[in-house]
Structures are given as structure tokens and as C-alpha cells.
């Protein structure tokens, strides 16, 4: 996942894209905005919004200055539940009424959370900036809420970059808060300070990183032992010099606790990001558009089948009926014509006393020769036969009458009429002999 990080501060802007997948990490680059009358806030995320390119997840760092904070107990783990419940446990007890208030959580301890808030004006008001310029937030959150994240950070510190100090203890964030830009020296001392006096148990050391790290660390009175966060070795290929990663290290934390999971989200409630809803409802509706057309084309596609099968059902029917007029010339028209095709199929397929009809048939077919023009009726009951042809003349048909030496039992002669161009009908009567199959 890319995450573009971007943190507003007071006089500049910082961005800075990474890329984090599990242990992995990739730096794309940074740029560095100057804040002033000439170049407001809006020109200046126009232009981030010019660089962007693929979909980076945009998080929006304020300043720590806009969000309150309070160490809550409550008899809850899921931390979800707790930021359903944060907003009726402050009820009263913050002077930001809850309706304008938006809220999220960190563990802190067993059944102990950092309640954070902020007012929905002033976050909403920096959304619809970088909305409007083109490159929305999916994530507003401060920088300090991930510290614990920063590389090789101390399990237990103070954590401070000259513009902000925060609290860890057991790799969890305790305490935040934000300074002005003038003397932040005497403001660490005063913060430090002013915990002790308030019973905290500071940790062990004071860790500083920024721009403003090696100042701080050159001065004097503060109570803890200060030491520089110092860059690893890991990430000496991704930032090149410590000044660069002393400047980007915030914005790394910032990346690796959204892709964990822990990075406090105040874009909730009635700031709660829509525009990757749309983009997924526009998808699903053209999913659904797509679906319901390649239904109608299946349904198309089906009646179209169907359609044609009755066409050739109806086409298959026409000609069995030709068929059957032409099959049976003397025959009434049946009221089913492959019903009685099916029949008459089925006789000439069967048996009768050793004499099969269709080897009859065969041997008739065989006797008759090149003389014979046809038989246009053959009747077989039993053994005895009957046969109506016509033949080119008389002799053709005695002839005929002697082939039938070997099959007919007896044969007899029926009557010969002549036609005038010669040929004749007749009519052809006998009993079968028996004839082994």
C-alpha cells in the first residue's frame, strides 16, 4: 500500500509517499511547501495534487495543537466499542459540546484509553481545502499519535520535535502535547516538569528528532538524559543523509501505524470519508448493469433457441407428413403420421413363421431386374403375397413370374393391361415357400 502523507504545520507543509507492505518499505520522495500570503494552504495542496500519480491513501497530519486529549477507564477491550461509547462518557465533562466534537482512542493500559477529540470545524474546514484542491484525505490525524512507530524508537522515551512532545510508555503513546514555534527548549523543560509535579512517572530518556533535534539537544535544563534519534542502517539506501530522515521520520511513523492498524482516524462521524463509497457504489453499479445485460442476453440467447427449435420441429413434422403421403398414396390422412410411420416400421422389422417381410421384399427387388419398372404394392399375410407393378412389356413379366421360381411355392399370373406407349400393369398373386433365416 503507497500512502502519501502529508503534515501541516504552521508555516510550511511536508509530503512525503512511502510504500509499506509488512517488513518492506519503499520512499518515493518528499517536497516541502512554504506557507505564506502568496502560497495559502489551497495553492499549496493544488499543487500536491498535481504531483499525484496511481492512488496513493492520502493522511492529513495536523497540528497536535487542535485535538484534546484525557486518560479514560473503561470496562472494554474492543477499541471500537470505545469510540462508540467515548462520545456519552465526555458528555459533560468537556466544554466542546459532544455534537461538534469528533472522537477516537488509544490503548494505553489494561481497560485504560487516551481519549482524543477535536472540533468538527477546524477539521473539516482542512478537508474541504485539500477536497476542493483534488486530493482528498481518506485519514486526518497528528503526526505524534504514531510515534511509538518511528524506527528504533525506545519502548519507553519522551519523544519530542521541537514542535510537539509526546509520552510513550511500552510502545504505546500516553501523553501528547503541542508547542509554539518560540523557545521550544524552555517549553520541553516546563512540560517535563510539569508531569513530574502531577505524579506521571516520566520514562528514562528524552529522545529528540526534527530540524530542530540538534538545537535542543545542545541546551541545558532539561531533567531527563536527551539523546538524537539515529537513523538505521536499514533505511541509509531510502533517505541518504540524516538531515533527510531527521525531517521524514514523523511522516514514516505517521505511514507504518496506518498500515498497522493503530493510527487514531478522525474522519468519522459526519467527517467520515464517502468519496471510496461512491467509487465502490459506481463500480457496483456498473457491475450490476453489466450482470443484469448479460441476463437479458441469456434470456435472448434461450428464446432465440427455443425458437428455433420449434421451427425445425415444426419443419421435421411438415415432412414427415410428406413423407407419409408419399409412403402411403391410398391411405386417409392419419391423425399421427410418425405414430403410424413408427408402426409400419416396426412390422417391417419383425418376424412372420421364418419368412421376414423385408427379405421378401429384398428377394422381389432382386428378381425383377432391369424390366420391371416397379412395384407399387406389395401385401404379405402369412406365406401368401400379392404384388402390383408395371413392367416395360408382357414378356418382361413372364420373365418376372419365372424369377419367382425360388421363393413362390406357387405364383399366378393376374391380369396384364397395356398401356399405349407400350408397357404394362399387373398384378402378381402366390404362396411363399419356407425360407430358413
Not at 183 to 194: I, S
Not at 227 to 241: G, H
Not at 270 to 280: N, S, V
Not at 392 to 420: D, H, I, W, Y
Request: aromatic share 6%; charged share 25%; net charge negative.
Amino acid at each position: 500500500m503507497d500512502y502519501l502523507v502529508i503534515q501541516v504545520e504552521s508555516q510550511h507543509v511536508l509530503a512525503a509517499r512511502f510504500g509499506v507492505a509488512g517488513t518492506s518499505l519503499s520512499f518515493s520522495g518528499a517536497a516541502e511547501f512554504a506557507l505564506n500570503e502568496e502560497q495559502p494552504l489551497s495553492a499549496v495542496a493544488g499543487r500536491i495534487a498535481a504531483g499525484i500519480d496511481g492512488s496513493p491513501r492520502i493522511v492529513l497530519c495536523l497540528s497536535a495543537a487542535l485535538f484534546a486529549q484525557r486518560t479514560v477507564e473503561l470496562p472494554l477491550d474492543n477499541l471500537r466499542k470505545v469510540r462508540e461509547v467515548l462520545p456519552g462518557q465526555m458528555q459533560g465533562e468537556i466544554a466542546l459540546p459532544v455534537e461538534e466534537a469528533v472522537f477516537d482512542a488509544l490503548p494505553v493500559g489494561s481497560k485504560r484509553f487516551l481519549a482524543l477529540w477535536a472540533r468538527k470545524a477546524d477539521l473539516r474546514q482542512a478537508i474541504e481545502t485539500f477536497r476542493e484542491a483534488g486530493c482528498e484525505p481518506q485519514v486526518v490525524t497528528s503526526a505524534p499519535f504514531a510515534w511509538s512507530f518511528l524506527p528504533e524508537c525506545p519502548a519507553d522515551a519522551v519523544v519530542c520535535d521541537g514542535a510537539a512532545l509526546a509520552v510513550i510508555s511500552g510502545d504505546r503513546v500516553t501523553f501528547v502535547r503541542a508547542f509554539n514555534a518560540d523557545e521550544p527548549q524552555k517549553r520541553v523543560a516546563a512540560t517535563l516538569a510539569a508531569l513530574e509535579l502531577s505524579g506521571v512517572t516520566l520514562p528514562p530518556r528524552l529522545v529528540l528528532f526534527g530540524g530542530q533535534s540538534a538545537l535542543l539537544a545542545s541546551g541545558s535544563g532539561l531533567s531527563l538524559p536527551t539523546e538524537r534519534l539515529k537513523m538505521p542502517d536499514a533505511l541509509a539506501p531510502l533517505f541518504k543523509t540524516d538531515e533527510a530522515f531527521q525531517q521524514l521520520a514523523g511522516l514514516l511513523a505517521v505511514a507504518r501505524a496506518c498500515q498497522a492498524g493503530a493510527l487514531p482516524d478522525f474522519r468519522r462521524s459526519d467527517l467520515a470519508f464517502t468519496a471510496g463509497d461512491a467509487a465502490l457504489l459506481r463500480k457496483m453499479t456498473v457491475t450490476a448493469a453489466l450482470a443484469a445485460v448479460a441476463v437479458i442476453l441469456l434470456f435472448v440467447s434461450e428464446g432465440l433457441q427455443y425458437r428455433a427449435v420449434k421451427t425445425d420441429l415444426v419443419s421435421l413434422d411438415k415432412s414427415i407428413a410428406s413423407m407419409y403421403r408419399e409412403v402411403f398414396p391410398g391411405r386417409a390422412k392419419a391423425v399421427d403420421e410418425v405414430a403410424e410411420i413408427k408402426g409400419e416400421i416396426r412390422k417391417l422389422s419383425g418376424a412372420e413363421e421364418g419368412n421376414p417381410f423385408l427379405d421378401v421384399l429384398k428377394k422381389l427387388a432382386e428378381a425383377k431386374g432391369n424390366t420391371i419398372n416397379g412395384l407399387y404394392e406389395t401385401e404379405l399375410e402369412g406365406v401368401n403375397l400379392r404384388v402390383k407393378g408395371d413392367a416395360r412389356s408382357a414378356q418382361a413379366v413372364n420373365e418376372f413370374k419365372v424369377a419367382l421360381a425360388p421363393l413362390m411355392a406357387t405364383v399366378e399370373l393376374g391380369e396384364v393391361k397395356s398401356r399405349p406407349d407400350g408397357s404394362v400393369t399387373f398384378t402378381l398373386a402366390g404362396t411363399l415357400k419356407e425360407v430358413k433365416k
